[in-house]
């Protein structure tokens, strides 16, 4: 321990304190507490942050700008003290003041600026790109508020506004004077000037965007790259025309209108809504960010056409692929650039990412709204599609179906703009985020893209930071591992493969089942504390966690808990090891079929976890409020990782990567990355279930009927009988009804075909699961092969086939005496 550092850290957050808070010690709540130390370790952050800058703008180096409606990042401060190294002299100096450490940090409230897996992808490579040296801007929206927290009244989930910045963000710096004005709505006028016709846009309204700047520090290095999100703001504060009439109120209240636009994440996953504010949303912040590198390039004093040359920006899916017209705008308008040279440069610089096939989230602005709220970027989305069409013609003369297939525009009434059609078209580049996915869009959602352009697509499967999700959330598991491949692996994953030979090492074994057990025992705590629910932390661990979705399936989960429980009643003697299935997610508000979801998990839990027959032998608890800070608990202390999605449908998933890391083993589908997960740990390793994409083509063609599978397996009708006849219901026999219907009458997600080998596959869990040694070893070569789904390979393979940036490594002055 260095000692010198934990007498600095004390020095610091006791200036903080005193300073900047101005509290002494006796009157200081916990929030004061957490606010000064992170006030502390900002200074550090800052120090980075500083000469990170400095060195970019020196080497004026090329950048990767992600652009993303979402980053979902989670706590900061215990991240950070770890990124910077000084876990332990933090903890130390917070004792010798006389406060625990662990309790300061359960203060922080969490920044949910995401709904899941996307918003968290963006917030680990934005943790990868700085590890890695890459210099990077995050560019986003700063919502006041985030995703909601959820409640669980009597089983049914409630929604409670996220204010995450009531008590303060210490981790933000308001950059005033970066800011820009972003209109809406208006008209356009073509005026001649210099020589040429220019189109002027003539916005009827206009919103300031102002820079709120987070650090986001590399691990152990002297990197801190910029997230930077945009807050609107009143452009001017007062309508000094209304206000001089005497309408103070009309005034005011156009500084209301302008604050809106960053008031609320929408807490839609995978399903758009032509709202017209997320269309305002996500405009205003790919403007502001467009305008923002400009003002950053043009302060090198080069000419616009290298732009490209600087930039590499990613569309983290469609909600910023407006950028496509917004760069095209700001060149040709604002900046005189001729087209063909503008639309060279937008598609040298931008490049796009999808994640998702499922149709319902493929966003779509009906071309009224889009031309109400942006009527100049509706004439440049045309003037592109007239271009791009065109060259389609030429390409394939008199194949007018193709021609509709790939324009911008869908003609189907009410006409509408197709954004991935806009962000393919506009890019270098387009990925999908798992082999199997980027197969996938390519026979089927971009198909006719990729017959234009096969050469545009690549694959970049997800990685997830080994730093947050292991070394901070395992820190048992992470000492172990230390132990016994040194301290390298959290910047190089592919140490952890130094693991594989001490699975055949019993005494090695057994430390990692005490670790796991350690963990297990954390978790029931917490899941009585959260859920009211006791559990045996000897059972097996089978958790789901993740956004409730009819497409991931947990009520194909539920169905097999209630087919467990069944069996358990009927055969008291069979050899199955106890289980706890864990629960937890979120479900779109609007989301009827999800809510419901929610509520059966939970009736299920009352009779099962009531039952003395069973009660001993399987617990179902629901966590409530599945968030980055409530999941820290919950991957280390997992053993079973349920990723049964139907295949297909899952463009990735990330969740099933921070479980087999943490040393759980999958049942899972042939989905997403579920496939390459099974190729690196191996099939052994893994339990696979279920119909593969190309069967589920296969009985669609042939026609699938649910209702035979249900009349034709006992055991899936004894099931579908309890829900169906009010056994989880108090007896209300119609409250699942629409479950029951749904899977009897379509079953879209094919639940009941895919019931019975799911059974069979739960079977052989049981069955590995008794013999505890052949268990351990599966779950230590799941954690050695997982080092290819590190976020760190992720951003490398961005890196190097999609941005063509390299490292630039910072050098930290001393710290200041
Ligand atoms: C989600 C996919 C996940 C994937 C993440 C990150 C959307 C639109 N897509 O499977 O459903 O892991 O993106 O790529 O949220």
């Known amino acids: 321990m260095d000692r010198a550092l ?20 006796e009157a200081a709540t916990r929030n004061d507490l957490y606010l000064a130390l992170a006030l502390a370790a900002r200074r550090e952050l800052l120090r980075r942050s500083v000469a990170t800058s400095e060195t970019y703008y020196r080497k004026a180096s090329r950048t990767v700008c992600y652009l993303s409606a979402e980053f979902l990042l989670g706590p900061h401060l215990a991240n950070n003290l770890l990124n910077l190294g000084v876990e332990a002299e933090t903890r130390q100096a917070m004792s010798e003041l006389g406060h625990d450490l662990d309790r300061i940090l359960t203060q922080e409230e969490e920044p949910g600026l995401g709904n899941g897996g996307l918003g968290r992808l963006a917030a680990c490579y934005m943790d990868s790109l700085a590890t890695l040296a890459i210099p990077a801007i995050g560019y986003g929206i700063r919502y006041e508020f985030g995703i909601f927290d959820q409640l669980i009244h009597d089983g049914w989930q409630v929604e409670k506004t996220d204010k995450w910045l009531a008590l303060g963000n210490p981790w933000e710096i308001a950059r005033p004077e970066i800011a820009f004005d972003v209109g809406f709505s208006g008209h356009t006028e073509a005026k001649a000037a210099d020589g040429r016709y220019r189109v002027v846009w003539i916005p009827e309204r206009r919103v300031r965007g102002v820079a709120y700047d987070t650090p986001i520090l590399g691990y152990r290095n002297g990197t801190a790259n910029l997230l930077r999100l945009w807050k609107a703001e009143a452009a001017e504060s007062f309508d000094f025309a209304a206000f001089n009439q005497g309408d103070y109120w009309g005034a005011v209240d156009q500084k209301v209108d302008s604050e ?8 839609n996953d995978e399903l758009v809504r032509g709202k017209r504010l997320r269309l305002e949303q996500q405009y205003f912040f790919v403007c502001c960010a467009l305008q923002d590198m400009i003002r950053i390039y043009l302060q090198k004093g080069a000419p616009l056409s290298g732009f490209h040359e600087k930039y590499a920006i990613q569309l983290n899916d469609t909600h910023p692929a407006l950028a496509v017209a917004e760069l095209m705008r700001l060149l040709v308008d604002v900046h005189a650039m001729g087209w063909e040279e503008a639309w060279d440069v937008t598609r040298r610089s931008l490049a796009y990412t999808n994640h998702t096939l499922l149709p ?5 602005w009906p071309v009224e709204m889009f031309g109400s709220v942006l009527p100049r970027h509706l004439e440049i989305v045309y003037e592109i599609n007239r271009r791009f069409l065109d060259e389609v013609r030429d390409r394939y003369p008199g194949d007018e179906g193709r021609v509709l297939r790939l324009s911008l525009i869908d003609e189907a009434a009410p006409r509408s703009v197709r954004m991935a059609h806009l962000a393919s078209v506009g890019s270098h580049h387009i990925n999908g985020v798992a082999a199997l996915h980027t197969r996938l869009l390519k026979a089927d959602v971009l198909r006719d893209f990729h017959e234009l352009w096969p050469e545009k697509f690549v694959n970049v499967t997800n990685g997830v930071t080994p730093r947050r999700f292991l070394a901070l959330a395992n820190p048992r598991l992470a000492a172990l591992v230390t132990g016994a491949v040194g301290d390298g692996w959290p910047r190089d994953l592919e140490l952890l493969r130094g693991l594989e030979p001490l699975a055949e090492d019993a005494a090695f074994r057994a430390e990692w089942r005490k670790v796991k057990r350690a963990n297990k025992a954390d978790l029931a705590a917490v899941i009585e504390a959260r859920a009211g629910v006791a559990c045996d932390p000897d059972s097996l661990f089978d958790v789901q ?3 409730i979705h009819e497409y991931k399936r947990q009520h194909l989960n539920v169905l097999h808990v209630v087919a467990l429980w069944q069996r358990l009643r009927r055969e008291p003697q069979a050899a199955v090891p106890p289980r706890t299935v864990v629960f937890g997610g979120k479900a779109a508000p609007g989301y009827r079929m999800a809510k419901l979801v929610i509520k059966l998990i939970h009736s299920v839990a009352e009779v099962v976890n009531a039952d003395p027959a069973t009660r001993e032998r399987l ?19 997992a053993e079973l990782s349920e990723q049964i999605s139907t295949a297909g449908k899952e463009a990735s998933g990330t969740g099933n990567m921070k479980f087999a890391m943490n040393g759980a083993l999958t049942i899972g589908t042939l989905d997403g990355a579920n496939v390459e997960i099974r190729e690196a740990v191996g099939a052994d390793n ?9 069967e589920i083509h296969a009985l669609r063609s042939a026609g699938y009927r649910p209702r035979d599978r249900y009349e034709g397996d006992p055991v899936l009708r ?3 009988d309890a829900l169906a006849g009010g056994t989880f219901a108090r007896g209300d026999a119609a409250l699942f009804q629409p479950i029951v219907d749904s899977l009897l009458d379509q079953d879209p997600w094919l639940l009941l075909a895919d019931f019975r080998p799911y059974l069979e596959s739960q079977a052989a869990v049981e069955r590995a699961y008794l013999d505890k040694e052949r268990w351990t070893r599966m779950s230590i070569l799941n954690t050695a092969r997982m080092g290819r789904f590190s ?4 951003v490398a393979d961005y890196c190097r086939d999609i941005w063509r940036v390299s490292p630039v490594p910072i050098e930290l002055p001393p710290r200041p005496a």
């Open 791 to 794: 976020s760190d390979r992720g």
């Open 718 to 720: 004894e099931v579908i």
């Open 260 to 267: 809106n636009i960053t008031k609320v994440l929408y807490p």
């Open 619 to 637: 617990r179902v608890a629901f966590v409530p409020d599945y968030n980055v800070s409530n999941c820290m608990p919950i991957f280390p202390a």
């Open 686 to 694: 893994f339990f696979l279930f279920g119909l593969t994409v190309e």
């Open 360 to 364: 319902e989230a493929l966003e779509k």
């Open 6 to 25: 934990v007498d600095l850290v004390k020095r610091e957050f006791k200036d903080a304190l005193f300073s900047t808070l101005g509290r002494f010690p």
């Open 545 to 547: 966690v993740k956004r």
